[in-house]
């Protein structure tokens, strides 16, 4: 069983950086494809980035694409997401979690053993 942890998030000015990590315990986290998804308040949650098992494909939602980046250390057990020219609206928790091997995906059934999530605030 694959538990995933997030950390990372903070408070952080308009324009301004973080880097969120997932942790995993667990061998087989390397067999699974690895995405990051969002919910500010009131709204639903939503699709960010994703990644393959080996790293070699990426995927981003649209409003991100340019500002940020997905990426994995497997001998770490640990899947990145570098955040830069950040936003208010990107204010959100922000949630990884454990996808098909063969996919990036945004389809978020198809995602499981959620971490807890971190808060993320961007102040204007």
């Known amino acids: 069983q694959v538990q995933l942890v997030e950390s990372g998030g903070g408070l952080v000015q308009a324009g301004g950086s973080l880097r969120l990590s997932c942790t995993a315990s667990g061998r087989t986290f390397r067999m699974y494809s690895t995405g990051w998804f969002r919910q500010a308040p009131g709204k639903e949650r939503e699709f960010v980035a994703a990644i393959s098992w080996s790293g070699g494909s990426t995927h981003y939602a649209d409003s991100v694409k340019g500002r940020f980046t997905i990426s994995r250390d497997n001998a770490k057990n640990t899947v990145y997401l570098q955040m830069n020219s950040l936003k208010p609206e990107d204010t959100a928790v922000y949630y990884c979690?454990?996808?098909?091997?063969?996919?990036?995906?945004?389809?978020?059934?198809?995602?499981?053993?959620w971490g807890q999530g971190t808060q993320v605030t961007v102040s204007s």
């Open positions: 979690a454990a996808g098909p091997a063969g996919q990036t995906t945004n389809i978020m059934s198809l995602y499981h053993n």
